[in-house]
Protein backbone atom coordinates (compact mmCIF):
# COMPACT_ATOMS: atom_id res chain seq x y z
CA UNK A 1 0.00 0.00 0.00
CA UNK A 2 1.32 3.42 -0.56
CA UNK A 3 0.28 6.74 0.83
CA UNK A 4 1.15 10.09 -1.86
CA UNK A 5 0.61 13.33 -0.24
CA UNK A 6 1.06 16.38 -2.65
CA UNK A 7 0.61 20.01 -1.70
CA UNK A 8 1.53 22.19 1.30
CA UNK A 9 4.80 24.62 1.39
CA UNK A 10 4.97 28.25 2.22
CA UNK A 11 1.73 29.86 2.66
CA UNK A 12 1.11 33.33 3.37
CA UNK A 13 -1.19 34.35 6.36
CA UNK A 14 -4.71 34.66 5.00
CA UNK A 15 -3.95 32.49 2.02
CA UNK A 16 -5.67 29.28 1.21
CA UNK A 17 -3.99 25.79 1.03
CA UNK A 18 -4.71 22.25 -0.99
CA UNK A 19 -3.63 19.55 -0.27
CA UNK A 20 -4.57 15.92 -1.61
CA UNK A 21 -3.59 12.40 -0.83
CA UNK A 22 -3.94 9.06 -2.82
CA UNK A 23 -4.19 5.64 -1.75
CA UNK A 24 -2.83 2.88 -4.35
CA UNK A 25 -1.25 -1.10 -3.91
CA UNK A 26 -3.80 -4.01 -3.93
CA UNK A 27 -6.30 -3.69 -0.90
CA UNK A 28 -10.20 -4.51 -1.47
CA UNK A 29 -11.42 -0.71 -0.91
CA UNK A 30 -10.50 2.27 1.71
CA UNK A 31 -12.48 3.02 4.28
CA UNK A 32 -11.90 6.49 6.52
CA UNK A 33 -9.31 8.71 4.44
CA UNK A 34 -8.27 12.09 6.37
CA UNK A 35 -5.78 14.73 7.33
CA UNK A 36 -4.00 15.50 10.85
CA UNK A 37 -0.82 17.49 11.83
CA UNK A 38 1.41 17.76 14.37
CA UNK A 39 3.63 20.21 15.57
CA UNK A 40 6.84 19.52 17.42
CA UNK A 41 5.87 18.78 21.36
CA UNK A 42 2.18 18.12 20.48
CA UNK A 43 0.16 15.70 19.78
CA UNK A 44 -1.13 15.02 16.24
CA UNK A 45 -4.28 16.20 16.14
CA UNK A 46 -7.20 15.43 13.39
CA UNK A 47 -7.49 18.48 10.49
CA UNK A 48 -10.45 16.27 8.70
CA UNK A 49 -11.77 13.11 7.76
CA UNK A 50 -13.98 11.76 4.96
CA UNK A 51 -15.33 8.01 5.29
CA UNK A 52 -15.92 5.91 1.80
CA UNK A 53 -19.72 6.93 2.27
CA UNK A 54 -19.38 10.40 2.28
CA UNK A 55 -19.48 11.19 6.31
CA UNK A 56 -17.46 13.75 7.40
CA UNK A 57 -15.67 15.24 10.43
CA UNK A 58 -13.46 17.79 11.11
CA UNK A 59 -10.75 18.99 13.86
CA UNK A 60 -11.95 22.39 16.03
CA UNK A 61 -9.44 24.24 15.11
CA UNK A 62 -10.27 24.23 12.00
CA UNK A 63 -14.38 24.22 11.67
CA UNK A 64 -15.30 26.78 9.19
CA UNK A 65 -12.30 26.82 7.25
CA UNK A 66 -12.06 22.99 6.11
CA UNK A 67 -13.46 21.19 2.93
CA UNK A 68 -12.75 17.86 1.91
CA UNK A 69 -13.55 15.90 -0.31
CA UNK A 70 -13.01 12.34 -2.08
CA UNK A 71 -12.92 10.32 -5.08
CA UNK A 72 -13.50 6.42 -4.87
CA UNK A 73 -12.61 5.78 -8.25
CA UNK A 74 -9.27 5.88 -7.54
CA UNK A 75 -9.10 6.87 -3.46
CA UNK A 76 -8.03 10.25 -3.74
CA UNK A 77 -9.30 12.80 -1.16
CA UNK A 78 -8.82 16.73 -1.78
CA UNK A 79 -8.58 18.66 1.28
CA UNK A 80 -9.08 22.45 0.91
CA UNK A 81 -7.81 24.80 3.98
CA UNK A 82 -8.74 28.76 3.89
CA UNK A 83 -7.97 31.78 6.15
CA UNK A 84 -4.55 30.40 6.83
CA UNK A 85 -3.21 31.86 10.53
CA UNK A 86 0.35 31.01 11.69
CA UNK A 87 -0.79 28.41 14.14
CA UNK A 88 -1.78 26.20 11.02
CA UNK A 89 1.84 25.87 10.46
CA UNK A 90 2.41 22.02 10.84
CA UNK A 91 3.32 18.68 9.18
CA UNK A 92 0.37 17.55 7.66
CA UNK A 93 -0.08 13.81 7.26
CA UNK A 94 -2.36 11.39 5.54
CA UNK A 95 -3.85 8.49 7.13
CA UNK A 96 -5.95 5.90 5.36
CA UNK A 97 -7.86 2.93 6.84
CA UNK A 98 -7.51 -0.24 4.58
CA UNK A 99 -9.68 -2.93 3.88
CA UNK A 100 -7.99 -6.13 3.12
CA UNK A 101 -11.68 -8.05 3.07
CA UNK A 102 -10.34 -10.03 6.00
CA UNK A 103 -8.56 -7.51 7.44
CA UNK A 104 -8.40 -3.72 8.22
CA UNK A 105 -5.04 -1.77 8.74
CA UNK A 106 -4.23 2.30 9.27
CA UNK A 107 -1.38 3.48 7.02
CA UNK A 108 0.40 6.90 6.93
CA UNK A 109 2.20 9.31 4.39
CA UNK A 110 5.17 10.69 5.06
CA UNK A 111 3.90 13.71 5.89
CA UNK A 112 4.15 17.50 4.39
CA UNK A 113 5.15 20.48 5.58
CA UNK A 114 3.37 23.64 5.79
CA UNK A 115 4.35 26.98 7.34
CA UNK A 116 2.23 29.96 7.14
CA UNK A 117 4.31 33.27 7.34
CA UNK A 118 4.79 36.59 5.29
Known amino acids: VQIVESGGGLVQPGGSLRLTCSASGTFFSVNDMGWYRQTPGKERELVAY???????RFGDSVKGRVTISRTNANYTIYLQLNNLVPEDTAVYYC?????????????WGQGTQVTVAS
Open 95 to 107: HANIDFEVDYDDY
Open 50 to 56: ITGGGRR
